[in-house]
């Protein structure tokens, strides 16, 4: 009974070292929720199907969203998004390819909280645009937490807002990013 557990032990530890040497974790059930202030009402939608890699060797880090993903309170709204902002139908994705710049700072295979600082570039509605900010990835029990919020400005992707609703919608929006990635 001794051995069976000992053989156990040693390979979850082989297994577990295995997987940290490859260095490549992903999700596909990510979240990224956005939120506009608005004077006649809040612009607030969702999307939980994500798609995350992090190569944690490189630092490389990409991220890939159907926009027709995005969930709003209201359908009307949806159909709004879809049809006229973004229009899903012609651009059917938004992608952020980039790199974790201070990579070698971060200790991945040691539970603990890290800044990480990213920088690449965003495509959204067609239009590209280099992007820096910061977020936190937070190691524990071999799995990788991003979090991440940055402001986009609409102006940026091309996006028009029809003259009627100009000054009842922001131009900029909160884009907040949250994923549990695991080994891949």
């Given at each position: 009974?001794?051995?069976?557990r000992?053989?156990?032990?040693?390979?979850?530890?082989?297994?577990?070292?295995?997987?940290?040497?490859?260095?490549?974790?992903?999700?596909?059930?990510?979240?990224?929720?956005?939120?506009?202030?608005?004077?006649?009402?809040?612009?607030?939608?969702?999307?939980?199907?994500?798609?995350?890699?992090?190569?944690?060797?490189?630092?490389?880090?990409?991220?890939?969203?159907?926009?027709?993903?995005?969930?709003?309170?209201?359908?009307?709204?949806?159909?709004?998004?879809?049809?006229?902002?973004?229009?899903?139908?012609?651009?059917?994705?938004?992608?952020?390819?980039?790199?974790?710049?201070?990579?070698?700072?971060?200790?991945?295979?040691?539970?603990?909280?890290?800044?990480?600082?990213?920088?690449?570039?965003?495509?959204?509605?067609?239009?590209?645009?280099?992007?820096?900010?910061?977020?936190?990835?937070?190691?524990?029990?071999?799995?990788?937490?991003?979090?991440?919020?940055?402001?986009?400005?609409v102006?940026?992707?091309?996006?028009?807002?029809?003259?009627?609703?100009?000054?009842?919608?922001?131009?900029?929006?909160?884009?907040?990013?949250?994923?549990?990635?695991?080994?891949l």
């Amino acid at each position: 009974m001794l051995k069976h557990r000992i053989i156990v032990i040693c390979l979850f530890f082989l297994v577990t070292s295995l997987a940290k040497a490859q260095g490549k974790f992903y999700t596909k059930s990510g979240k990224i929720t956005f939120f506009s202030s608005a004077s006649l009402e809040d612009i607030e939608a969702i999307n939980k199907s994500v798609v995350v890699l992090l190569d944690t060797k490189s630092g490389e880090l990409q991220f890939a969203v159907l926009m027709k993903g995005f969930e709003f309170k209201k359908a009307l709204m949806q159909e709004h998004f879809n049809r006229d902002y973004v229009e899903s139908d012609k651009f059917p994705k938004a992608e952020f390819k980039g790199q974790v710049i201070n990579n070698q700072e971060i200790n991945y295979s040691a539970d603990g909280n890290y800044t990480a600082n990213v920088k690449g570039k965003l495509t959204i509605h067609g239009q590209s645009k280099d992007i820096e900010t910061s977020g936190t990835i937070t190691a524990r029990d071999g799995k990788l937490i991003l979090h991440s919020i940055f402001n986009v400005l609409v102006a940026d992707y091309k996006i028009t807002i029809p003259r009627l609703y100009r000054d009842n919608i922001s131009k900029s929006i909160k884009v907040t990013v949250d994923c549990s990635l695991v080994v891949l």
